[in-house]
């Protein structure tokens, strides 16, 4: 099958439009220097520290595929070319929802667009009460043609798609303890039926090999989760017995329940022929993710191919960052949406620089292989005042009626952009599939070096209410051409995606004044290789390592081997002396330390971290992948363990042990390193 190549160009004129609106965009001449001060930051990229090949941009189907499509051809085809095509969001990644789906004499009650069939036929007559009569190897059980109207897209889209997921948010009604898919009567229960593990395993490996072959797809991974081990889902009876909510499918499982269903998964997905591997476990945030992979045991954590996790919470990025590579496991941001505004409004610039930040910070905390929105397409009905909220909401870069019909047009059934569809662009069409996502000093910047290595892209989100003039220090490459330049394009409230003229690059810079309130992609050609000074961490070099939240220097204790924490004296029982295992494996690089004077490696025996005369061979539990953030701090991952170098009890004291535990984001796990190498080593 083939399909489209996704070639990153600046398009002219003519060709980068607005899709909403249809407007052309010109490309308009780099602003003068103002005559009043403006905020200033430089931006400088750094290449020495560089991510996987990223995979892309993507979003799940649900619900809006299953609302839009059976409508008319016009509508669709408009929302694919929003969605799919270059000139709107360019996603390559895409996730099919096997839905639940009620019984068949269960009124609809779910959101619109939410009630997504399942694959299964049901005897004539079947009721909520009838559960055990479904078989897996039972043809006549099921249904081939389920799910036409989220099909049509994933045959409309299929040869934009670079990656395909299948997920679940519940099992069907017959395997769940409440009897309905949109959760427990208690949400914080366990919602699949113990009895019913191995059929939701094969109910889920049987729907994806049917869509494989119906569709003439390969789908690469099934997540059998979505947001599990959370109080979001259960079911509200009405007086009269019938269910009145929640809104949507979701089941409670617990880590236990989840261990169960990912060893019956394994197997299944063998026995059903499909070669796609299992990902896990699309936790709500981060913090509940890496709580949830710590409880499964080595055997289950390693049927797990992928790592997916959501970011509706924050915090502890890094935790998820640091597990995915002590797992040497992809890691995908798998979902995330949400409002950044203040009532529906497709003109306000904060929902844009929202979802521009959230991209950002993810993107440089978690190391994500893959980006992916839950949905960009909302119900605008949904979304307007007096929908979920009084003020209304801008969830979704793109809104349209859910309710539409068979007669209705693109003037009847409008659809709306709101900014975050404008700046999410400013991602999409810079930091392409292939590309390498590389450290950059600034918290408010992402950067990409393309994927032939012969130029970058740099996003910055101005959220402030002034213009800000942007710095581009491109002194981190190994070669800047004569002919180098940069090309910002801007979104703001004036324009989406303004290409300005190109700027020459002068001693290694170029400097632009963005407006307030704007994202803007630098395009950056005629740069290459890394800077010989540029890498922190440089084989023969010796350093110090320096607790964030300590103070004090990692150091060799009295006895040779212990280790301890120390004033900063940069004594040689303080200093490591640094050997690359794997050169050029990018931020999964492997390092070894050794003590130039004792001559022992920084090694982890029985979980506690020592300095041990080296054997000669290779040894795993003296290698260390090293993570940053690019704010100057590291965190050092234990290549044998998974654990991560820390100060036990955030102990401040000189000779407080050093330690070793699970990734959690402790200023105690984060050290600063200095090269510390003697003039002329």
């Not at 919470?313 to 960052?321: A, E, K, L, S, Y």
């Not at 450290?439 to 992402?446: E, G, H, M």
Request: hydrophobic residues 35%.
């Amino acid at each position: 099958m083939a399909r489209r190549t996704r070639s990153r160009h600046l398009l002219g004129a003519a060709a980068l439009t607005a899709l909403a609106t249809g407007a052309a965009l010109a490309v308009v001449p780099a602003p003068q220097a103002r005559a009043a001060a403006t905020a200033s930051v430089t931006v400088q990229p750094d290449p020495s520290y560089r991510q996987e090949k990223f995979e892309g941009w993507g979003t799940s189907l649900v619900w809006f595929a299953n609302a839009t499509g059976d409508y008319p051809a016009e509508i669709r085809e408009k929302l694919a070319e929003l969605l799919f095509d270059d000139d709107g969001l360019a996603l390559n990644i895409a996730r099919y929802n096997i839905g639940g789906g009620n019984a068949p004499d269960v009124r609809d009650y779910l959101r619109a667009g939410g009630a997504v069939e399942g694959w299964w036929k049901a005897p004539e007559g079947t009721t909520r009460e009838d559960t055990g009569w479904w078989s897996a190897d039972d043809p006549a059980d099921w249904n081939e043609n389920a799910d036409a109207t989220q099909r049509w897209w994933v045959e409309r889209i299929k040869n934009d798609i670079d990656h395909w997921e299948t997920f679940s948010n519940s099992p069907p009604w017959f395997m769940t303890v409440s009897g309905y898919v949109s959760g427990g009567f208690d949400a914080t229960e366990d919602q699949l039926r113990t009895e019913s593990v191995d059929d939701f395993a094969a109910y889920l490996a049987g729907a994806t090999r049917r869509l494989e072959k119906a569709e003439g797809i390969k789908v690469d991974t099934v997540d059998p989760f979505n947001e599990p081990d959370t109080s979001y889902w259960s079911t509200r009876l009405g007086t009269d017995g019938e269910p009145v909510g929640g809104r949507q499918e979701g089941a409670h499982m617990s880590p236990a329940l989840q261990q169960k269903v990912l060893a019956a998964l394994a197997p299944a997905l063998k026995k059903a022929r499909t070669k796609a591997r299992i990902s896990a476990m699309d936790e709500t945030d981060p913090g509940t993710f890496a709580q949830n992979w710590n409880a499964y045991p080595a055997e289950t954590r390693d049927l797990v191919g992928q790592m997916n996790v959501h970011t509706y919470g924050t915090g502890q990025r890094t935790t998820v960052r640091d597990l995915a590579k002590a797992a040497d496991k992809p890691l995908w941001m798998s979902e995330v949406e949400g409002d950044w505004g203040d009532g529906q409004s497709f003109t306000d610039m904060r929902p844009g620089l929202g979802l521009a930040q959230q991209i950002v910070d993810d993107l440089r905390e978690l190391e994500p292989r893959a980006w992916v929105f839950w949905q960009p397409v909302e119900d605008y009905d949904n979304m307007r005042p007096g929908g979920e909220s009084a003020k209304g909401g801008n969830w979704g870069s793109i809104q349209i009626p859910f309710s539409c019909t068979s007669e209705d047009t693109l003037e009847s059934c409008p659809i709306r952009t709101n900014t975050k569809f404008d700046t999410a662009r400013n991602f999409t069409h810079f930091i392409k599939p292939g590309d390498r996502l590389i450290k950059v000093n600034d918290t408010s910047s992402a950067a990409a070096v393309d994927a032939n290595g012969k130029g970058a892209s740099i996003v910055h989100v101005n959220s402030t209410t002034e213009a800000r003039t942007v710095t581009v220090d491109l002194s981190r490459f190994g070669s800047v051409s004569r002919n180098a330049t940069v090309t910002p394009v801007v979104t703001s409230a004036d324009g989406k995606l303004q290409q300005h003229a190109a700027i020459e690059v002068g001693d290694r810079r170029a400097t632009f004044t963005v407006p307030a309130q704007s994202v803007t992609s630098f395009v950056v050609k005629g740069v290459s290789g890394v800077a010989k000074d540029a890498p922190l961490l440089r084989k023969g070099h010796t350093y110090t390592l320096t607790g964030v939240q300590s103070g004090k220097a990692l150091t060799v204790a009295d006895d040779g081997t212990g280790l301890v924490i120390g004033a900063g004296d940069g004594s040689a029982a303080q200093q490591w002396r640094l050997t690359a295992v794997r050169p050029d494996s990018g931020v999964r690089q492997r390092y070894v330390f050794t003590n130039p004077v004792q001559g022992g490696r920084l090694a982890v025996r029985d979980d506690v971290p020592v300095a041990k005369a080296g054997t000669g061979r290779r040894d795993a539990a003296a290698e260390w992948i090293l993570s940053s953030t690019g704010d100057g701090t590291w965190t050092l991952v234990n290549a044998a363990t998974g654990r991560l170098l820390e100060v036990g009890g955030q102990a401040t004291d000189e000779g407080a042990a050093v330690t070793t535990w699970p990734p959690d984001s402790g200023a105690n796990q984060r050290w600063t390193v200095t090269d510390v190498t003697a003039a002329g080593q």
